[in-house]
C-alpha cells in the first residue's frame, strides 16, 4: 500500500504561482510513476503532469511551459505552478502506480481569481 498526502493548495491572482507537494509513504519502493491530476466542478479528472521512474516527464498541452514536475527523493513530489490562470482552478490529486496498482491523494484545492 501506499499513501499519499497533498499540501500547497490555495487562492492565487491570475498570474501568480503556487507549488504543490506530494509526500509519499507506506510501500514506496518500485513505484513505477507519480503525477498530478486535477478535476474541475463538472469536468472529468485529467491528467496535469507525469514524472516516471528513470526521470522522464510529460505534461498536459494546457500547462506546459507554465507548470513543473519534479521529484527530489522516493518519498516527495512537487507541481510548481506559474503563470496561473482561472481555468487551473480544480481540485489537484497525486497520483502513484505501483505494479499495476493505482493510488491516489484526497486531494487539494486549487482557486485561481481576482
Known amino acids: 500500500q501506499v499513501q499519499l498526502v497533498e499540501s500547497g493548495g490555495g487562492l492565487v491572482q491570475p498570474g501568480g504561482s503556487l507549488r504543490l507537494s506530494c509526500s509519499a509513504s507506506?510501500?514506496?519502493?518500485?513505484?513505477?510513476?507519480m503525477g498530478w491530476y486535477r478535476q474541475a466542478p463538472g469536468k472529468q479528472r485529467e491528467l496535469v503532469a507525469a514524472?516516471?521512474?528513470?526521470?522522464?516527464t510529460n505534461y498536459a498541452d494546457s500547462v506546459k511551459g507554465r507548470f513543473t514536475i519534479s521529484r527530489d527523493n522516493a518519498k516527495t513530489m512537487y507541481l510548481q505552478m506559474n503563470s496561473l490562470k482561472p481555468e487551473d482552478t480544480a481540485v489537484y490529486y497525486c497520483?502513484?502506480?505501483?505494479?499495476?496498482?493505482?493510488?491516489w491523494g484526497q486531494g487539494t484545492q486549487v482557486t485561481v481569481s481576482s
Open positions: 514524472i516516471f521512474r528513470g526521470g522522464s
Open positions: 507506506g510501500s514506496i519502493f518500485s513505484i513505477d510513476a
Open positions: 497520483n502513484a502506480k505501483r505494479f499495476g496498482d493505482t493510488y
